[in-house]
């Protein structure tokens, strides 16, 4: 019974280092990946300007973009009532919540 409780002892530090270094592998490809598409939607957006300089049409789409960013304050409250009773919604909000206690649980200090 020593043994094992001398044991325990030994090895409960290296069990905690592990969560450490698991917790900051994830944290370090959540970073790697954010800075990746970050990167990727700059340069489509950066290569879809261009092509739309290009072709004359920079500013129709400009006004159509930004037209679209107004209305979607009222468009996505729609889409919430109409989300509210959708299965895939519901799943998608459910898992939602799971990651988000798993992101509390990362970055607890």
């Known amino acids: 019974m020593k043994k094992y ?3 325990t002892l030994v090895l409960l530090p290296l069990t905690a280092s592990a969560s450490n270094a698991l917790k900051d592998t994830i944290k370090a490809k959540r970073k790697y990946e954010h800075s ?7 340069l489509d957006n950066t290569k ?3 092509e739309e300089i290009t ?3 920079y500013v129709q789409n400009q006004a159509k973009r930004e037209a679209k960013k107004a209305t979607s304050k009222y468009t996505n409250k729609v889409e919430n009532v109409k989300n509210a009773t959708d299965p895939e919604h519901i799943k998608r909000k459910a898992n939602n919540e799971l990651n988000r206690q798993f992101d509390e649980w990362l970055y607890e200090d």
């Open 55 to 57: 072709s004359g049409t």
């Open 48 to 50: 879809r300007d261009i």
């Open 36 to 42: 990746k598409s970050h990167i990727t939607n700059t």
């Open 5 to 7: 409780l001398l044991l």
